[in-house]
């Protein structure tokens, strides 16, 4: 299958070249001149690899800009919608497609269920089918794709692009970029859900000024995507950032991996469902029995995020003691790596305003010093969208290099 365009990634085997996109991609649009003083590269190298750029579609010239009077000076931009990337989120009950173009502006989206207790024949042919939907002529230009980025939650080999674990499935050692490079002909990259999250804040969200962050997903279950120096960490074996199994309660929950009182027994959202259904047993009043017709094992944290809409007293403070929780996770993310910003993404992240007020007061009070205590914590900008967002930036960034 050749219609897809393999010859573009080889092309920006050269880090001049990726530089030089990158350039035109954060300042567009800049001129020849302007990108020769800040690479510190001859004007005829500049203007060598323009050339190849434009040829190859990447960037196109402009007479758009800044103009002194008299004649408008020929600029560069890159060509946004001649390429595009396909991103992928692997959640616990579906898969998340979006289609983005140069700029991670999102141009198309599906979404496909994923079956109770998947195989990993299951999980593949899922994923096959969502990509061949968005590559089919009716839907967009299949020849525009360069690359496919996939999300995945637990641990991910990034180098072989496998996934080496995967806990709600309960699957391990799943060979997505090999299965799908072999499917579709092009560039696939893997990486954990919360890295390509943090990824996704970092170049499009709110993270770009940050070289030291931490994305926090806050789902299911409960990741972090650790960027130090403008870097993802992987540490040792990919496990970095596994904070939804730190104990925050010795005597709390017991946990999926076993342990007692991890975060995510406490703060993800089956815990916010699981914390109310207790409480009400116990004779609680709360509008959340309205909505669920008084039947307690219809209660999960959609139910309780709802009802905390509605002005549901209980709920609030439900959500607001799940902040305190989170807040102590943070604390200690802020203790050991000490990051300008923390990010809160991920379907629970929906309710994060009835978070923050407890999350808050709770880094105020254990934060060890000021700075510490006024460390920023945002809502992500990419909303749900985020993880996969940030998996066509694993394709981006081999394009682009980022001086
Ligand atoms: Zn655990």
Redesign the pocket.
């Known amino acids: 299958m050749s219609k897809y365009r393999r010859g573009s990634f080889q092309l920006m085997k050269s880090i001049n070249r990726s530089i030089i996109l990158n350039m035109i991609r954060e300042q567009g649009p800049i001129s020849r001149a302007e990108i020769a003083k800040q690479s510190s590269l001859t004007p005829p190298t500049v203007g060598n690899i323009v050339k190849e750029l434009i040829a190859s579609n990447f960037v196109i010239e402009t007479t758009q800009g800044a103009s002194q009077g008299g004649r408008k000076p020929t600029l560069l931009e890159i060509n946004a919608d001649n390429f595009y990337i396909i991103g992928i989120d692997v959640g616990r009950f579906k898969m998340n497609f979006v289609v983005t173009n140069l700029f991670g502006e999102l141009k198309d989206q599906t979404s496909f269920e994923i079956k109770e207790h998947p195989d990993e024949a299951e999980i593949l042919s899922t994923m096959k089918e969502g990509i061949y939907h968005l590559l089919s002529p009716a839907k967009n230009d299949p020849e525009k794709f360069i690359g496919i980025g996939v999300g995945m939650h637990g641990i991910v080999d990034v180098t072989h692009g496998i996934s080496l674990f995967a806990p709600s499935f309960q699957l391990y050692n799943i060979p997505i970029k090999e299965v799908l490079e072999e499917e579709f002909k092009m560039i696939v990259k893997v990486e954990n859900d919360a890295r390509t999250m943090t990824l996704g804040e970092s170049w499009f969200g709110n993270g770009n000024d940050a070289d030291n962050m931490v994305g926090v997903n806050v789902g299911h279950g409960i990741g972090a995507g650790v960027m130090i120096n403008g870097r993802l960490f992987h540490g040792e074996d990919s496990i970095a950032g596994e904070i939804?199994?730190v104990t925050i309660d010795l005597s709390g929950p017991k946990?999926?991996?076993?342990?007692y009182g991890?975060?995510?027994?406490l703060a993800n959202g089956p815990a916010i469902g699981e914390r109310a259904k207790k409480e009400l047993k116990t004779g609680k009043k709360s509008k959340i029995l309205e909505l669920v017709d008084h039947d307690l094992e219809k209660i999960d944290g959609e139910i309780v995020y709802l009802a905390a809409l509605e002005g549901d007293d209980f709920s609030i403070e439900l959500l607001s003691q799940t902040g305190r929780y989170l807040g102590i996770g943070l604390v200690n993310l802020i203790h050991t790596l000490n990051p300008k910003r923390i990010i809160i993404g991920g379907g629970v992240s929906k309710a994060g305003d009835f978070l923050m007020t407890g999350l808050e007061e709770t880094i105020q009070a254990r934060g060890l010093t000021q700075k510490a205590k006024e460390t920023s914590i945002v809502l992500a900008k990419l909303g749900e969208n985020g993880s996969a967002i940030g998996a066509c930036v694993l394709i981006l960034e081999e394009f682009f290099v980022r001086q």
Do not use: A, D, I, M
């Not at 991890?262 to 027994?265: I, K, M």
């Open positions: 939804g199994h946990c999926s991996c076993g342990n991890c975060l995510q027994t």
